[in-house]
């Protein structure tokens, strides 16, 4: 029996706008599946019948999207490409507690991780139709409470630190190998607190605590190079930390969503998130300035607005000054997280001598637990200096980021390793880079072994 069907002519007009053919997109899509563990084969046959009116499969639809987004340099929405009912429509509130269990419970299973990666890529447009902190509306009456259980501030003070420790591990082992553990705690012990019976102030404690540990787990999958599943992790925790009216959180989530955007080049929207943020916290301290001012700055840098930029270095510094003058707070935005934010904004700016100075400065600087952190800066100091023909030096600091590597579980720092391989096979010839070279091929078969 012949279906009939309605040509998509939002999608055609879209392909028109990018300046693409079928077989194009079909290709971008492909690339953007693989980035999210989708093994997509998808042609311009494939392109002709989602023009004809057959929609992608769900599971597609984001890459789709993010490919679009990626080629017009701006969100793309799924009503613009025609998929009325795409994943990332608004739909019906949904119980908070069974959200948060369902998310959990599929990054704890090993054997349902593929899928979730797959579910969806970053989507530029979901980030852009995140509410402003003061138009979040109370609906804890979404949480179905349990009656026979009953919490207090113990297990609240039970959350936090379990957090902490799961972070600690986070910062010297990579994110691959923390983020499983804070996964099953999140199902296991969080869950059940949400839906308990609990006095105000400690169903608003709550919420916020575990609001911080959606956060940390978003953060950790972002350093596997998870964006699309960090990204709904980081939706959750905004969720809770307005249902808590915890400013602190709601911001920090804002600015981990500013730097994944960051990273994956969406500067404008990078920019506006990061202004989100620091709107959100208009009574921050001047180390929680700085923390902000960092990433607007970078933002900023990339997005070609030098004076924004400038600005807002110049803003996180001062505040870094007032911040050290009154006492050192190990574990948070620190002398060397600002160094790299400088580093990243002269680079952006042009200046890379300048951009290599202040990494050096950072490395000082760091603290030793921040394994991950050396092992991503050093490689990229090494880039930097092997982009102005210092070849030599930037072996040397390849080496120091080996010693550190294997211990390091974390997609970032996989991506340096890569990025390091690809830089010095052109230089075989030379005697530095060849010992490199053969070096980091050792440590990764050892490391397979």
Same mark, same amino acid.
């Given at each position: ?66 490919? +679009?987004?990626? $080629?017009?340099? !701006? =969100? ?9 009912? &795409? @994943?990332?429509?608004? #739909? ?80 010297? +082992?990579?994110? $691959?190998?923390? !983020? =499983? ?9 969080? &869950? @059940?607190?949400?839906? #308990? ?103 900023? #840098? ?148």
């Amino acid at each position: 029996m012949a279906t009939n069907r309605t040509p998509n002519t939002a999608l055609a007009s879209l392909i028109g706008e990018a300046g693409w053919t079928n077989g194009e997109l079909a290709r971008a899509v492909n690339r953007v599946g693989t980035e999210n563990g989708l093994q997509l084969r998808y042609d311009d046959s494939a392109v002709c019948h989602w023009l004809s009116g057959t929609m992608p499969r769900t599971r597609v639809r984001p890459a789709v999207l993010e490919a +679009f987004s990626r $080629r017009l340099h !701006r =969100p793309v929405t799924p009503r613009e490409a025609g998929f009325a009912t &795409a @994943p990332n429509a608004p #739909a019906e509130a949904v119980d908070m507690v069974a959200s948060v269990i369902e998310l959990g419970s599929a990054d704890m299973d090993p054997t349902r991780r593929a899928v979730l990666g797959a579910a969806g890529a970053f989507s530029a447009a979901l980030a852009l139709n995140i509410p402003e902190y003061a138009e979040a509306a109370d609906r804890l009456d979404t949480v179905k409470r349990d009656p026979h259980t009953r919490i207090g501030y113990g297990e609240v003070d039970t959350v936090m630190a379990m957090t902490e420790k799961i972070s600690d591990l986070d910062d010297q +082992f990579g994110g $691959r190998t923390a !983020r =499983p553990m804070a996964a099953a705690f999140l199902v296991n012990t969080i &869950a @059940p607190h949400l839906k #308990a019976d609990a006095p105000a102030d400690v169903r608003a404690a709550m919420l916020s605590a575990a609001a911080d540990h959606l956060y940390l787990t978003g953060y950790m999958a972002m350093d596997e190079r998870q964006d699309g599943l960090a990204q709904r992790y980081y939706l959750k925790a905004l969720e809770l930390a307005q249902h808590a009216h915890d400013h602190l959180t709601y911001c920090t989530t804002l600015r981990g969503m500013s730097v994944m955007a960051v990273d994956l080049g969406h500067s404008r929207l990078s920019l506006r998130l990061a202004d989100s943020a620091s709107a959100a916290s208009p009574q921050a301290g001047p180390r929680m300035v700085a923390f902000l001012a960092g990433q607007q700055a970078h933002a900023a #840098a990339q997005a070609g607005d030098r004076i924004t930029a400038l600005a807002k270095i110049r803003e996180a510094e001062v505040a870094m000054e007032k911040a050290e003058s009154k006492a050192k707070a190990f574990g948070s935005y620190d002398p060397s997280s600002l160094a790299y934010h400088v580093a990243q904004v002269r680079y952006e700016l042009g200046d890379k001598t300048e951009s290599i100075e202040s990494l050096e400065e950072s490395d000082r600087v760091r603290y030793s637990v921040y394994r991950r952190g050396r092992v991503r800066h050093l490689g990229l100091l090494a880039e930097r200096k092997l982009e102005v023909g210092r070849l030599e030096e930037a072996c040397g600091h390849w080496h120091q980021m080996l010693d550190e590597y294997p211990h390091v579980q974390s997609g970032r720092c996989d991506d340096r390793y890569r990025a390091m391989l690809a830089a010095v096979r052109p230089y075989a010839r030379n005697a530095f880079a060849r010992d490199l070279y053969d070096r980091a091929r050792t440590i990764k078969a050892t490391a397979r072994a």
